[in-house]
């Protein structure tokens, strides 16, 4: 079973950044989509970015475009996601996802969570105003 483990969150001012790490357990990037997800408190669970393990390509959802960066190192079977400009509405914990039948797309942010094969325990980013 493929363990995902999320690390890079904390506390930081409106306008900061912050990357965050997503190490798995073995080499899944040739088979699996891998994305980044948060949820909020009182909020539904949200994709923010995923990779394709087919083209490398990357997507993201609107809300983080811009701001948000995914990028992988297959050498260290992890994946980050460098935030920037950083505001108090990007408060919530961020999961990283692995699917194998998932594709990563344009249509990858309206997959449901129970969806996706594995999820990381999740990383907790605060942003203060």
């Known amino acids: 079973e493929v363990q995902l483990v999320e690390s890079g969150g904390g506390l930081v001012q409106a306008g900061g950044s912050l990357r965050l790490s997503c190490a798995a357990s073995e080499f899944i990037f040739d088979d699996y989509a891998i994305g980044w997800h948060r949820q909020a408190p009182g909020k539904e669970r949200e994709g923010l970015s995923c990779i394709s393990s087919s083209d490398g390509r990357t997507y993201y959802n609107d809300s983080v475009k811009g701001r948000f960066t995914i990028s992988s190192d297959n050498a260290k079977n992890t994946v980050y996601l460098q935030m920037n400009s950083l505001k108090p509405e990007d408060t919530a914990v961020y999961y990283c996802?692995?699917?194998?039948?998932?594709?990563?797309?344009?249509?990858?942010?309206?997959?449901?969570?129970?969806?996706?094969?594995?999820w990381g325990q999740g990383t907790q980013v605060t942003v203060s105003s």
């Open positions: 996802a692995a699917d194998r039948t998932l594709h990563c797309g344009r249509y990858y942010f309206a997959f449901r969570p129970d969806e996706f094969d594995y």
